[in-house]
């Protein structure tokens, strides 16, 4: 069986990047799950108040399970604790400092209010948090993503790990 990888993190810390390099460097498919979640509406509405959809949790671990099984994925969320724990084989937390996180949420057009729940989020390490909860420790990997140089060498020991442990 091929391992996959979730690659979590506050919005803005580079998730989709990070993932669409990898995905193209490895072979390996790139699931962009908010884009899944809009597209296949596995939600139950929207939260006007934090301007986002209500996950269905049920109905995204109902849509990923065959894919999950067939292994050679990289899942980007910014969330991890409600999926199999038997689902991934890597977590990588990717972290940003505040002074790049801020403008980078600020250039997706969030409300300042939004903005400062994500960024408060991250000072308060709430996706690390999830993720220590949710996985063995040896499965989760840590890494700053502030500048283009840190996610380049986060996409390459990914890669590597990739290497090293796809049984094709």
Request: charged share 30%; proline share 2%.
């Amino acid at each position: 069986k091929r391992p996959n990888i979730l690659v979590t993190g506050t919005p803005g810390t580079g998730k989709t990047t990070t993932c669409e390099m990898i995905a193209k460097l490895s072979g390996w498919k790139h699931i962009n799950l908010s884009q899944m979640i809009k597209d296949k509406s596995l939600h139950s509405g929207r939260n006007e108040e934090w301007d986002c959809m209500i996950l269905d949790e049920d109905k995204v671990c109902d849509a990923l399970e065959d894919t999950m099984v067939e292994g050679g994925n990289v899942v980007d969320f910014h969330t991890c604790d409600f999926f199999p724990e038997r689902w991934f084989h890597l977590v990588v937390v990717l972290r940003a400092s505040n002074d790049i996180l801020y403008p980078r949420l600020q250039k997706r057009n969030y409300s300042t209010k939004k903005v400062e729940e994500n960024v408060e989020a991250e000072i308060m390490q709430v996706v690390m948090d999830e993720a220590k909860e949710s996985y063995k420790s040896e499965c989760i990997v840590v890494l700053e993503s502030n500048t283009v140089e840190q996610m380049e060498s986060n996409v390459k020991k990914i890669c590597d790990w990739i290497a090293k442990n796809d049984k094709k």
